[in-house]
């Protein structure tokens, strides 16, 4: 009987990984950053607003923008924007995680409620 402590057990085999090129993590990178407020800018002014995947997370994230603004005007209203804007704000930050975890994935899914007017936009 031949001795156990020389033997190597059976390794299961990895599957290979498909290497991501630079362009695609680049325009990953910028679709996430069409999320992030302010810095929406970036996307804008270089070529990845030609990619349209990038382009429509650019749309996604000025509607979420936009939505952020509509709840900072609804927030002066006495009584009642106190109560909307926490939900609205709520509602926008699961939009923003959401938008990300997309962008990140490579997926082109739309925003819950508010997803569906960014086709309004042309550029």
Excluded: R
Aim: glycine share 8%; net charge positive; proline share 11%.
């Amino acid at each position: 009987m031949p001795p156990l402590e020389n033997q190597v057990p059976p390794v299961a085999p990895v599957p290979p990984v498909a290497p991501q090129s630079a362009g695609q993590t680049n325009n990953t990178l910028m679709a996430i950053l069409a999320y992030l407020g302010i810095l929406i800018i970036v996307p804008f002014i270089t070529d990845a607003k030609n990619d349209p995947f990038v382009k429509f997370h650019i749309k996604q994230g000025l509607v979420l923008i936009i939505s952020w603004v509509v709840g900072m005007f609804i927030g002066v209203v006495p009584v009642l924007g106190w109560i909307l804007v926490p939900l609205l704000s709520l509602f926008n930050l699961i939009c923003l995680i959401m938008g990300i975890i997309n962008a990140a994935s490579g997926q082109q899914k739309q925003l819950p409620l508010i997803g569906s007017i960014a086709n309004n936009f042309k550029f």
